[in-house]
């Protein structure tokens, strides 16, 4: 079995570049297992166990379906995998979730149970500042706090404005490698709007807002639309930038930019 401290070190290789993996942990066994309580593995999303042990084919299947399923949705797990007859002693069928246990069954011979938890490791969500307005300022500080990784694309001048951010770039190019998981806000405001806005619109972020009035959001749209941009591209920008809770002060305004990107992010994962 791997040192505790070598699935450690694997996972903060993960958290630093940014991958999503699952942690499988073994929390009890009852008769013979193969694996024992306080044994872990990493799976990735394609179910790949990239280190650690688990136990055989026994236990494998229900807890690389439950690692799959767990990061898709976010949310952890306890997979309790029972013999046959035990599963009928507690009335439940395999794959039916009761009170937070989903059971699975253990057709090996060895009738061993394990109770396995699975936490999704997910990375932050990435916000990018285009600007350092007083919104931007606001923005970078709250969302921050709500656990985004801080991007800032502004003058090098401008730096000096910001609180704690996670990186920080000259100008408002984006940075290398931003996509589709990426949220992006332009909060200019009157410095460098248009090319603010010309850089994001080629990047396909999850979320791309543009603070500003309606007029001088319909004046840029118009002027990506004579440069050619898709509109598709165009209609995907939200401006004004946040939900309508009548957002006045910069602080406002971040907050409800932040509610919008929340209410994106999480879209799904609740249930009633």
């Known amino acids: ?16 570049r940014g991958e999503a993996f699952a942690l499988a942990t073994v929390v009890r066994t ?32 229900a807890v690389l379906k439950a690692a799959r399923e767990a990061l898709s949705d976010g949310q952890s797990r306890l997979v309790s995998i029972q013999p046959e007859d035990q599963l009928s002693e507690h009335q439940v069928k395999p794959g039916e979730l009761r009170e937070g246990v989903l059971y699975a069954s253990n057709h090996c011979p060895s009738q061993g149970t394990m109770d396995v938890f699975v936490e999704p490791v997910l990375p932050r969500p990435s916000l990018l500042i285009c600007g350092a307005s007083p919104v931007a300022v606001a923005l970078a500080d709250l969302a921050r706090r709500m656990g985004f990784f801080i991007t800032v694309c502004a003058p090098a001048a401008d730096h000096e404005s910001f609180g704690e951010t996670d990186r920080l770039i000259d100008g408002y190019e984006l940075p290398a490698g931003a996509g589709e998981r990426d949220y992006v806000v332009i909060a200019t405001q009157g410095r460098g709007d248009s090319a603010a806005l010309k850089a994001a619109v080629r990047v396909p972020a999850k979320y791309l807002a543009f603070v500003g009035s309606r007029k001088k959001a319909a ?15 165009i209609a995907a920008i939200h401006a004004p930038a946040g939900l309508d809770i009548g957002a006045i002060t910069p602080d406002e305004i971040a907050f409800s930019i932040v509610a919008e990107m929340i209410e994106i992010r999480r879209r799904g994962q609740r249930t009633l």
């Open 30 to 61: 009852v008769s013979v297992t193969a694996a024992k309580a306080g044994a872990k593995a990493v799976i990735l999303a394609d179910g790949t166990i990239t280190d650690g042990w688990i136990g055989g084919g026994c236990a494998r299947g």
């Open 219 to 233: 004046a840029l749209k118009a002027d990506l639309e004579q440069s050619g941009t898709p509109s598709a591209q």
């Open 1 to 16: 079995m791997p040192h505790q401290s070598d699935i450690l070190d694997l996972m903060n290789d993960y958290k630093a």
